[in-house]
């Protein structure tokens, strides 16, 4: 069993930047995959970035260049640094783990709000 807790969201203008934080207990941390997703209201949860045990990166294509995922093992954490930020990033971010091996095993965390608005 893996929890999750998301910090760093809030209020920022258009143009700013946020950097949220997702830390893991209670598992291996480097034997997970993990990943930042977003839901909108009124829209369906969508992937933003991932960040795999061995370090490789994916963006959907609507944050590459603006937002950059890593990880830190030795602290069990992830982290999406969100530059550039626009009124239509604005959704509850999502942090998801899932093991590298056993793909069946997933986990979520609660959810941090972003809002952009000026």
């Known amino acids: 069993q893996v929890q999750l807790v998301e910090s760093g969201g809030g209020l920022v203008q258009p143009g700013g930047s946020l950097r949220l934080s997702c830390a893991a207990s209670?598992?291996?941390?480097?034997?997970?995959?993990m990943g930042w997703y977003r839901q909108a209201p009124g829209k369906q949860r969508e992937l933003v970035a991932t960040?795999?045990?061995?370090?490789?990166?994916n963006y959907v294509y609507f944050v590459k260049g603006r937002f950059t995922i890593s990880r830190d093992n030795a602290r069990n954490t992830v982290y999406l640094q969100m530059n550039s930020l626009k009124p239509e990033d604005a959704a509850v971010y999502y942090c998801?783990?899932?093991?590298?091996?056993?793909?069946?095993?997933?986990?979520w965390g609660q959810g941090t709000q972003v809002t952009v608005s000026s």
């Open positions: 998801n783990a899932q093991h590298a091996v056993r793909r069946c095993l997933k986990y």
């Open positions: 960040i795999t045990t061995g370090g490789g990166v």
């Open positions: 209670g598992s291996i941390f480097s034997n997970y995959d």
